[in-house]
C-alpha cells in the first residue's frame, strides 16, 4: 500500500490561509482516490473535501467555498487550499487513500493514512 505523508500545517490568525500537502511514496497516486479529514481535540474524525482518480470533487459543507482540494499526479502529491481559516478549523488534519474512483465521507472507508499536520487558527 502506498505511504501518505502530510506537510504545511502551523499556526495562523483568523481570516488567514494555509496550504496543505499530501505527499505518497511506495505507489502510485493517480490510483487512488484521496480524501482529507481533521480531527479537533475531544472529537471525532470528520471529512474535509476529496478528490477522486478524475478529479472530481467531494466537500464538508463547512468549509465548502473556503477550502479547494487539487492533485499533481506527476509530483505523487495532493494538496488542501485553505482560506478564510476560523478558530473552528483548528484540528489535527490526515490526507488519506482509497482503491475506488469517487471520493467517500466515511472514515471507514480509507485503508491508508498519513500522520496528520497540526492546524491552528487563533481568534
Known amino acids: 500500500q502506498v505511504q501518505l505523508v502530510e506537510s504545511g500545517g502551523g499556526s495562523v490568525q483568523a481570516g488567514g490561509s494555509l496550504s496543505l500537502s499530501c505527499t505518497a511514496s511506495g505507489g502510485r497516486l493517480n490510483t487512488y482516490t484521496v480524501g482529507w479529514f481533521r480531527q479537533a481535540a475531544g472529537k471525532e474524525r470528520e471529512f474535509v473535501e476529496g478528490i477522486g482518480w478524475s478529479g472530481s470533487t467531494a466537500y464538508a459543507g463547512l468549509v465548502k467555498g473556503r477550502f479547494t482540494v487539487s492533485r499533481d499526479n506527476a509530483k505523487n502529491t495532493a494538496y488542501l487550499q485553505m482560506n478564510s481559516l476560523k478558530a473552528e478549523d483548528t484540528a489535527v488534519y490526515y490526507c488519506?487513500?482509497?482503491?475506488?474512483?469517487?471520493?467517500?465521507?466515511?472514515?471507514?472507508?480509507?485503508?491508508?493514512w498519513g500522520q496528520g499536520t497540526q492546524v491552528t487558527v487563533s481568534s
Open positions: 488519506a487513500r482509497r482503491l475506488e474512483a469517487l471520493p467517500s465521507r466515511q472514515v471507514y472507508e480509507y485503508d491508508g
